[in-house]
């Protein structure tokens, strides 16, 4: 199977801070999501996001899939951010796999 | 109304019980999932499916079994609950077709086994 690696596992940040969190992936893929995991549970999606550079309010994100990464971009962080974030990538004929995710906590 | 709904949305139930979990769709998707979460861990499929005649293992299959009613309707069975059953489940659907396939998940089914 593809292995999804992200990075850093855990992040402590103060509102209004900027981050970046990581997805390494070990093959290529024809899809790749972001998601964000709130506090109760429910996985919401944020990006579909193969290729290129797409922007939503103040998250974006950016994968260059020939270099095997995407990077989730999270601008003036709120305490609504905390939560986890995941990666999942699929190569078509293949299941998706997820990453372990991104533990972020904002703090007021 | 949500696209995708799980019933129920928790259960407790005792080691050896027989449990279904249901998944329903409005999306009009094919393909559907059942993932299993374990605290601190990302997502693992359990089984999937591209229609009505299409069932596929995932990766963690042992002790789980699936039906597709309909192409709305996928269930996951556990024969006989154990307490490492114990998790947080996932239901999926995606769009079908190669070149496009962005999943959808349910509010998912926390399961306790005791």
Known sequence: GIQVEQSPPDLILQEGANSTLRCNFSDSVNNLQWFHQNPWGQLINLFYIPSGTKQNGRLSATTVATERYSLLYISSSQTTDSGVYFCAVHRTGNQFYFGTGTSLTVIP | ?114
């Open chain 2, 1 to 114: 109304d949500a696209d995708v709904t799980q019933t129920p949305r928790n259960r407790i139930t005792k080691t050896g019980k027989r449990i279904m979990l249901e998944c329903s769709q409005t999306k009009g998707h094919d393909r559907m999932y059942w993932y299993r979460q374990d605290p601190g861990l990302g997502l693992r499929l359990i089984y999937y499916s591209f229609d009505v005649k299409d069932i596929n293992k995932g990766e963690i299959s042992d002790g789980y079994s699936v039906s597709r009613q309909a192409q709305a309707k996928f269930s996951l069975s556990l024969e006989s609950a154990i307490p490492n059953q114990t998790a947080l489940y996932f239901c999926a659907t995606s769009v079908p077709g190669t070149s496009v396939n962005e999943q959808f998940f349910g509010p998912g089914t926390r399961l306790t086994v005791l």
